[in-house]
């Protein structure tokens, strides 16, 4: 039997009373720690483990992690990680093509994955009853996946479609792409994860079976189990269907070298719109940051919902765009702090980043006011509540934490985090952070007569 250790979050703290706008309000209590009460082994073969119980509902969320993302790719053969996730649903020995989801769903499941920068996940969902069949289901693909030429070729224009759509005939994501190439000189985020075309078109069937050799071994692979299930028989189901598939060779280190930027970049995107739109980027610290909390924060305060300080000024006030979103993702490496707007028929996009501009500098002189920092800390929390009440919340938010951040029990001190952030903290990240020499902008610029060759 493989290792194993038991993990416990602190007890309760007593509750604490605070005063906002004339009401009384108890200190938010704290989570409790049987949410979190999981087990942790590894098998011989270096495939991670994690069994986290909850018996208060008979279903079950399983997830398997991989460490691979679109940094893992080479130059030439971008989209492979991508391209990989659709390859995972396309048959293996003992489950063939279409059979995974066909066999899943007949038995009540329901079954999903994703890819990023960083990492890539699949994930079922479903009755505690049908947990061996999972395993099955899951143990067989990695064993054994079938990366056939059939599957490679449908699943190639099934990507390239997927393309066309989300990015080259899509605003937003063709100046989000441009936003990537132009912030990044050298390192992989700066290519999409989706991949250009000229690349998905050059992947080969050799070049795919080195990629799941190297990086959809057991040693390169985390499973998450949360839900209704006894921990000993699970570990017993896992281990009898996994134990025989062999380990990988070392993964090899992916490229992280990026140079400092010295100066602000910009890009021109023309493209058959009837509106200009604006992307901006910043680079931001890596997930592991102690300033990553504070700048989740700054995130939700300028741009979530019609309360965001950005969307209240540049779309209610000043109506210059029709959508505007603000993203930091934690990643491995440092990564950016991004704005992309939809803009106005008429308004410029000079006009709409001056604006910007604007309320950015009020942010470093003087940080945020009282209630958006209130505001911004009760909507994160919420989040990550919502997010953990669910086993797939639960499977999700701990194994993300665990691969971008090296432990999974940081995603416990979150919450602690955020409501410790204060309004100088605030001011002193946006002072580091929103600096013109560190940023890229690229402007989208319609071109009516580029119509019908978007995508050429």
Known sequence: MPSQTKVRTPSRRPEKKARVLGLELAEPRPLDPRLFDLEEHRLANGLTVRLLEDRSVPAVSYYTFFKVGSRNERPGRTGIAHLLEHMMFNGAAKYGPKEFDRVLESNGGHSNAFTSHDLTAYFEDFAAEALELVVDLESDRMRSLALTPEALASEREVVKE??????????LGLLDETLQALAFQAHPYGWPIIGWMEDLDAITREDCLEFFRTYYAPNNATVWLVGDFESGKALELIERAYAHI????PVPPAASTEPPQRGERRA????????????????????TSADAPALDLLQYALSAGPGGRLVRSLVYEKMLAANLFVDFTWHVDPGLFSLLAELNPGVKADRALRA???ELERVVDKGLTESELRR??????????????SNNGR??????????????????DLVRLYAEVSNDDIRRVAADLLRPERRSVATLV???ALAGGAHD
């Not at 997927?162 to 605003?171: C, G, I, K, T």
């Not at 058959?272 to 910043?282: E, F, S, T």
């Not at 911004?376 to 009440?389: F, M, N, P, Q, V």
């Open 162 to 171: 997927e393309r066309r759509y989300a990015v080259e005939n899509s605003v």
């Open 246 to 249: 062999p380990s990988g060779p």
């Open 268 to 287: 021109e995107v023309r493209f058959p719109a009837h509106a200009q739109a604006l992307a901006i980027a910043y680079k931001a610290p890596a997930g």
């Open 356 to 358: 910007v501009d604007v």
């Open 376 to 389: 911004a800390k009760g909507l994160l929390r919420s989040h990550l509540l919502r997010e953990i009440a």
């Open 395 to 412: 499977a999700h938010a701990l194994g993300t934490n665990e691969l971008l951040l090296g432990d999974w029990r940081r995603a416990l």
């Open 446 to 448: 319609p071109d009516l």
